[in-house]
């Protein structure tokens, strides 16, 4: 790690320590614009947000949505495996659709991007169909998300591909918290409708867990 990622590592226990961790969750104002250079700029969340776009399979007329966008660090990634398709970032923060947007002007005004200030609750099938759905860190602030997720497998194609992304961030996060947080994201996944689960782990402090699924289509009437 360089110099420069230490002296943000410990800025940010500062930060959490007087607060700063509710920027996260709903950016807003000065302190959001901060949180957002943060998501966009420290290392791990580059890497974690890159690592779940690869694992998607995204093929180069796919459509995608990520639910939770943030600065958009996994829009560029997933415009770039999609050179011929579409991305849909959903935030409900507007400093992030703005961060989002400037991370991705190139590919906004090649209408290969598409940004959304929304809550996940006010997605509509209207936006779909998508071949393929993204949420980085963010299913724990949904509400009823069993629930949302149903909405969203509405929004995907039969067989369409989902990655729920988790890095636990609680005082003292281990790989078994980790563990604990994939079982049930597959739960939710499971009772969503989707199947063919699996997880993928990546070796950072803590780990972060991916679980993959693609919608089971249902039985022919």
């Known amino acids: 790690m360089d110099i420069g990622q230490r002296a943000l590592g410990h800025f940010l226990r500062w930060w959490a320590r007087h607060g700063g961790l509710a920027q996260f969750h709903r950016p807003t104002g000065a302190p959001g614009h901060l949180a957002g250079w943060i998501m966009g700029s420290r290392s791990s969340n580059v890497a974690r947000n890159r690592w779940a776009a690869r694992l998607l399979d995204v093929q180069p007329t796919d459509r995608v949505v990520e639910i939770g966008c943030g600065p958009g ?3 560029a990634a997933l415009s770039a495996l999609a050179p011929r398709g579409l ?5 409900h923060s507007a400093v992030m659709i703005g961060q989002a947007r400037r991370r991705n002007r190139a590919a906004v005004r090649a209408g290969r991007v598409r940004l959304v200030h929304a809550p996940v609750e006010g997605l509509s099938t209207s936006d779909g169909p998508f071949d393929a ?6 299913i724990g602030m949904w509400p009823d998300p069993a629930d949302r997720l149903r909405e969203l497998a509405l929004l995907l194609r039969p067989g369409g591909r989902i990655a729920l992304v988790s890095q636990p961030r609680c005082p003292g996060a281990t790989a078994a918290t980790s563990a604990n947080a994939a079982t049930e994201l597959a739960a939710l996944l499971t009772e969503a409708g989707f199947g063919q689960l699996r997880v993928e782990l990546l070796d950072l402090d803590p780990p972060v867990a991916c679980v993959l699924g693609r919608l089971v289509p249902e039985p022919a009437r």
């Open 87 to 91: 991305v849909v970032g959903v935030d």
């Open 133 to 138: 759905a993204l949420a980085v860190n963010t």
């Open 73 to 75: 660090v996994a829009v």
